[in-house]
């Protein structure tokens, strides 16, 4: 499976606020790259943190290049990564549009699991992973690509992109960076986690480009 990672944060890195809400980073123009972006792949992900703090919907806004970008694919299936359930039933990922596959782990409950179903969750538990009750997040990508999912892109947040990244498992990464500063120590950062002290991920740029008054770069994860 492909896994494009694309974020934005602050020139200071921070992905929101300290309150862990949603700050516009991207203008215009970028937001309308992630919306193309979209197009290109077969699922778009988020951790249960951005579901819980943005209620995205993760759907195209902009249908116009669909045709030129997708031809006959259906729209993206929508992910979320969420051990034990906390997705709202009434989240706006669960709007009743394209499939949303929640990835669960063993600590979800029979009775949740039964609620998010009937939400509209497609659920599929991947067993924890050996060090928390977590999901096991490249098994959960096995489960997607079993359904399949060829090709992720990945909108956050910080917590789960730390986790990508230490399981070896991002072959791109597309950072916005915006010019404010955010700040706040407890603020979430692209990459969250318990964080690295050795074996840095290394990332090769292949990029840079001036996008609304930001900058956008793009690396790849060799
Ligand atoms: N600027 C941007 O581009 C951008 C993008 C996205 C989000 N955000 C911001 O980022 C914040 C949310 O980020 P976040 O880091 O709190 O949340 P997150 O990464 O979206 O979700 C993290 C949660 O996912 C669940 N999870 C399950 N298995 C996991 C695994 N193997 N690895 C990591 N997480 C796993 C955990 O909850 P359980 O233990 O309950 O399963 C975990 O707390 C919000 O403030 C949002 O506004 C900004
Ligand atoms: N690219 C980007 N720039 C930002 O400035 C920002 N705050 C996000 N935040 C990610 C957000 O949490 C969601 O993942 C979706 O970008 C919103 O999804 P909707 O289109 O509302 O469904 N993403």
Redesign the pocket.
């Known amino acids: 499976m492909h896994v494009h990672v694309?974020?934005?944060?602050s020139v200071d890195g921070k992905?929101?606020?300290h309150r862990?809400?949603?700050?516009a980073?991207?203008g215009d123009e970028d937001f309308a790259r992630v919306d193309r972006l979209r197009a290109e792949v077969d699922a778009v992900a988020?951790?249960?943190?951005?579901?819980?703090?943005?209620d995205p919907s993760l759907v195209r806004h902009d249908e116009s290049h669909r045709e030129a970008e997708r031809g006959d694919l259906p729209p993206p299936a929508r992910v979320v990564?969420?051990?034990?359930g906390?997705t709202p039933l009434d989240a706006s990922i669960l709007d009743g549009g394209p499939t949303t596959y929640l990835?669960a782990?063993d600590?979800l409950s029979t009775e949740r699991e039964r609620a998010l179903s009937g939400a509209g969750a497609t659920v599929l538990r991947t067993g924890g992973?050996s060090d928390?009750?977590?999901?096991?997040?490249e098994a959960?990508l096995s489960a997607l690509a079993d359904h399949g999912v060829e090709r992720l892109l990945v909108?956050?947040?910080?917590?789960?992109?730390?986790?990508l990244f230490d399981a070896g498992l991002v072959d791109r990464l597309t950072l916005?960076v915006g010019s404010m500063v955010v700040g706040g120590r407890d603020a979430?950062t692209l990459a969250?986690?318990a964080g690295f002290v050795e074996g840095f991920p290394a990332l090769s740029l292949a990029g840079v480009e001036q996008v609304d008054d930001g900058v956008l770069l793009r690396y790849d994860v060799p």
């Open positions: 694309n974020a934005a944060t992905l929101s606020t862990r809400e949603q700050v980073i991207s988020v951790g249960v943190g951005t579901v819980l703090a943005d990564v969420d051990s034990r906390r990835l782990a600590a992973a928390s009750d977590r999901v096991d997040i959960g909108e956050g947040g910080g917590e789960l992109i730390f986790s916005y979430p969250d986690g």
